[in-house]
């Protein structure tokens, strides 16, 4: 995989060159460092081994303030919403039980009225007066009586 094992020849890219733009125009003014309004303070170690290290002395970097906790605890919250979503499902199972309850009741009803109207229907055709009956009428001793006299 290495260039000179390859029978090809490297891939040739463009490149661009950045080289700095001199200013044309001369600055506004004669260009002055600016001293620090206070002299940093220079300090000096002395390590284990002898040697010394001097620098200046750096302040120590204030923390950023961290966002303010809320006033109620995460638990707090937790035992809330766990509250909220029982109260939710005792109110369905409420809900659910009426709903059955209600359904029973429809359904008895249902039961009696089809029981009324049934009994209704009964009652007419045993106590109607017409003189057509709509079954066979068997007289039972005429039946009996033929029934042991027959000789086969």
């Known amino acids: 995989m290495y260039p000179e094992h390859s029978g090809h020849r490297p891939v040739e890219r463009a490149v661009t060159i950045h080289q700095p ?7 506004a003014g004669p260009l002055v460092p600016a001293q620090p309004g206070t002299v940093p303070t220079v300090a000096s170690i002395v390590l284990p081994d002898g040697r010394v290290v001097t620098g ?3 302040s120590a970097m204030q923390p950023e303030t961290l966002a303010v906790k809320p006033a109620v605890s995460r ?3 937790n035992v809330a919403l766990g509250g909220v979503g029982f109260l939710a499902v005792c109110g369905g199972l409420l809900l659910l039980t009426s709903f059955i309850a209600a359904l029973t009741a429809f359904i ?3 039961i009696t009225l089809a029981a ?3 009994g209704g229907w009964i009652a007419v055709q045993i106590f109607s007066t017409s003189g057509h009956s709509g079954g066979n009428t068997f007289h039972i001793r005429k039946a009996v009586i033929k029934r042991n006299h027959f000789h086969g």
């Open 21 to 27: 733009t001199p200013l044309t125009h001369p600055p």
């Open 108 to 110: 008895t009803q249902l």
């Open 56 to 58: 200046y002395a750096i």
């Open 75 to 77: 638990t707090a919250v």
């Open 116 to 118: 009324v109207i049934f």
